[in-house]
């Protein structure tokens, strides 16, 4: 077993502390030999794909389309397998569906699969 460190994206008024926290958590994962989750590369990775697209609800904490996203991230790197091409929508064990609009789910499994895949895998 490994320790799988889930990147976390600072909060909207400190987006310039991106880099800094997506080295901090790279230098963990080598100290400890586990392997990083890279939410935070791939919501960079989304908005040099689509700027518009919003991943904060409130300042901090995720969108529906940030917790797609990192769920896309976590899919890809522990499973091996692409994102892309999974459904854009889900149903919690609650009976919940989380819902993004396709062309956005496409954008965002893109990113994903940019930072957690091998380029001849996507």
Excluded at 20 to 38: K, N, Q
Excluded at 51 to 78: E, F, K
């Amino acid at each position: 077993a490994k320790a799988a460190l889930y990147q976390t994206w600072p909060p909207i008024d400190r987006r310039g502390d991106f880099p800094g926290s997506i080295e901090s958590y790279e230098l963990a994962a080598a100290d400890v030999g586990g392997v990083v989750l890279p939410v935070a590369r791939a919501w960079l990775a989304t908005w040099e794909r689509d700027p518009s697209i919003v991943l904060y609800s409130d300042g901090l904490h995720a969108s529906v389309a940030g917790w797609y996203l990192a769920a896309l991230v976590m899919y890809a790197r522990i499973l091996g397998r692409t994102p892309i091409g999974l459904p854009s929508a889900i149903r919690t064990r609650s009976g919940v569906i989380m819902r993004v609009e396709p062309a956005v789910a496409r954008i965002l499994q893109d990113a994903a699969a940019s930072v957690t895949v091998e380029p001849s895998a996507r």
